[in-house]
Antibody
């Protein structure tokens, strides 16, 4: 059974940092494209970052230079280091597997972890 | 403001059919495959449709997807109260170096 379990969210002051984790079971993180998607309260979905099988990483313009995605192959875990946090980064952060057939799509999602940026 | 445009809300009675539209452009829907996601209240999104019209294992055939030109449509027949949720379309955009884009979401109310 595939499971993605996020952790690491919480209440943090503006300018602060957190490291979000996504522990995966049922498939190998390093063999897949892994992403982070966030959802601000009452808002829609926003793609945040991706790490490819080869290790290349990409980010949405809104987080570029402040967020860093990485993975630990031994722990089969995905991470998102979030620095210089702003109020507008307040959201539920989901990790998701980015699958490919004819097109790309997000097939497995975690339950999400809430990051609240507030003083 | 999302690149993909969805109606904010749709509604229908139990047992009826509803469609949700997703409008884009040639840089996204027009030249890429579309996926659809269901988000029940307080839960994570769930994949409903991929590659425009394919259903993952376990998704009932009440859910269908189609694409024409720069628009896509999600259809739900035999509506149930348990279908009340937010629905999002997603695809790739050629202006992106990576990742994907989503529509703004549509709230389905089963009256």
């Amino acid at each position: 059974e595939v499971q993605l379990v996020e952790s690491g969210g919480g209440l943090i002051q503006p300018g602060g940092s957190l490291r979000l984790s996504c522990a995966v079971s049922g498939f190998t993180v390093s063999d897949n494209y892994m992403t982070w998607v966030r959802q601000a309260p009452g808002k829609g979905l926003e793609w945040v970052s991706i790490i490819y099988t080869g290790g290349s990483t990409y980010y949405a313009d809104s987080v570029k230079g402040r967020f860093t995605v990485s993975r630990d192959n031994y722990k089969n875990t995905l991470y998102l280091q979030v620095d210089s946090l702003r109020a507008e980064d307040t959201a539920v952060y989901y990790c998701a597997n980015y699958a490919y057939s004819y097109g790309y799509y997000f097939d497995y999602w975690g339950q999400g972890t809430l990051v609240t940026v507030s003083s | 403001q999302s690149v993909l445009t969805q109606p904010p809300s749709v509604s229908a009675a139990p047992g009826q059919k509803v469609t949700i539209s997703c409008s884009g452009s040639s840089s996204n829907i027009g030249n890429n495959y579309v996926s659809w996601y269901q988000q029940l209240p307080g839960t994570a999104p769930k994949l409903l449709i991929y590659d425009n019209n394919k259903r993952p294992s376990g998704i009932p055939d009440r859910f269908s997807g189609s694409k024409s030109g720069t628009s896509a449509t999600l259809g739900i027949t035999g509506l149930q109260t348990g279908d009340e949720a937010d629905y999002y379309c997603g695809t790739w955009d050629s202006s992106l170096s990576a990742g994907g884009i989503f529509g703004g979401g549509t709230k389905l109310t089963v009256l």
